[in-house]
């Protein structure tokens, strides 16, 4: 009965006061509402990774590998030997251009010497001409004049020998007349004599009148062909004036030929110029500072111009590209401030900034972007490529490789 009582008439259960209630349930709104303003300040991702340049060294010229000098993972500095070419062939180019630029450069000197030499070729072929043909008609006028005296004197030495012809004649008939009349004593012998003298000097007249005409025939055939060779001389001075008459375009050819002479100069030197740009291709040099990787080039191997051998990754230049979705951007901008957390290194934070947003989705740029006007559309939230980068001397030990999974969180406000 009495443990029945007691129950029965137990005390009555503790009240947690109202007003510490109010205050609990005020302290834990305020809690929230701080932490809700603070994270809703910022936007985070873990679809991020480290980006840096890849410079692919690759060969310019062909030619079996003669030395390697670095090892994979070894640091260079930019001008650093990585990879020798053999240079024998290239040495062999470079001494053929060489040769070759002597060449082309001794004709030049050769062609551009015959300008003025044509210069002065021709204006005396135009000379000599002028003064050739003056001549040549000064003597068809001479042979001319010549012509003409041997003809004159050949018609008078014809008359002269007709006048004697006709004396012979009649001393020839008086001669006969006189031999009869001898024959009879009617005339004296020396009649008779004197007749034949004169028969005898009148024939003498005709030969010597005859002689003369001879004479003048052959003068006048000497001065027909005089006449044949002054007009022959005319012609060849023609010939020759005509010839200068072409000076203009003998020394325009000249000039062509010591341009042609002064072009294969500047191909010859270009030719030159590029077998020892060959030449100084054989040793291959860092582009850029960097770590060496990705080395697919062994001693004696045969490359080819272009074939890929090494990658220089640099370390210098290094951001962070974070892939935010669109519901994500509404509030960031350039310039805003962002930590970065590195999964190799144990969550381990550095201090970056953002630098740019992409101007288009990471699906516009893939190999198949989509295309939402064809089949059933399903609305997916896109992801655009945020670049952040890194404040200066935030990694001065150079740890941070490109690739690595980073996560972003960018305070936007």
């Keep these: 009965m009495a443990t029945e009582r007691g129950v029965e008439t137990g005390q009555p259960a503790r009240r947690v006061p109202l007003n510490l209630v109010i205050g609990g349930a005020a302290v834990v709104a305020v809690v929230v509402s701080l932490l ?37 993972n070894q640091q260079v500095k930019p001008g650093d030997v990585l990879i020798r070419i053999a240079p024998e062939d290239y040495q062999v180019a470079v001494d053929k251009a060489a040769a070759e630029l002597a060449d082309a450069e001794a004709t030049a000197r050769g062609a551009e010497a015959g300008v003025p030499i044509a210069a002065v070729t021709t204006a005396s072929q135009v000379t000599m001409a002028g003064g050739g043909m003056d001549q040549a008609r000064a003597g068809v006028t001479v042979a001319d004049r010549e012509l003409d005296a041997a003809r004159a004197r050949l018609v008078a030495a014809q008359a002269h020998l007709r006048e004697k012809q006709a004396d012979a004649t009649k001393v020839t008939r008086d001669v006969e007349r006189l031999k009869g009349l001898i024959a009879k004593d009617e005339v004296s012998q020396q009649q008779y004599d004197a007749a034949v003298a004169a028969a005898e000097s009148a024939q003498a007249a005709v030969d010597a009148a005859r002689s003369d005409v001879t004479v003048a025939e052959h003068a006048v055939e000497v001065a027909s062909s005089r006449i044949v060779q002054a007009r022959g001389s005319v012609a060849q001075a023609q010939a020759a004036v005509e010839t200068s008459g072409t000076g203009p375009q003998q020394m325009t050819a000249s000039r062509a030929r010591a341009a042609g002479a002064a072009a294969r100069v500047e191909q010859a030197k270009a030719a030159l110029a590029q077998a020892r740009l060959n030449l100084e291709y054989t040793t291959i040099k860092a582009p850029a500072a960097g770590i060496v990787s990705r ?20 370390l210098e230049d290094i951001w962070v590209t974070a892939n935010f979705k669109e519901t994500q951007l509404e509030s960031m901008r350039p310039g805003q401030r962002v930590v970065v957390s590195v999964d190799a290194m144990g969550d381990r934070t550095f201090e970056a900034h953002v630098d740019s947003i992409a101007a288009a989705t990471g699906a516009r740029f893939s190999l198949l972007p989509p295309e939402n006007a064809t089949g059933n559309y399903v609305k997916v939230v896109q992801r655009v490529p945020v670049k952040i980068v890194f404040e200066k001397g935030a990694d001065p030990e150079h740890r941070l490789r490109p690739g690595l999974s980073v996560g972003p969180t960018v305070y936007t406000r």
């Design 295 to 314: 080395r697919a080039v062994e001693v004696g191997q045969v490359v080819q111009a272009g074939q890929p051998l090494l990658a220089v990754v640099g």
């Design 36 to 72: 809700v303003w603070h994270y809703s300040g910022r936007e985070s991702t873990d679809d991020a990774q480290i980006d840096g340049h890849i410079t692919v060294v690759a060969a310019r010229v062909g030619g079996p590998v003669q030395s390697i000098e670095v090892v994979d």
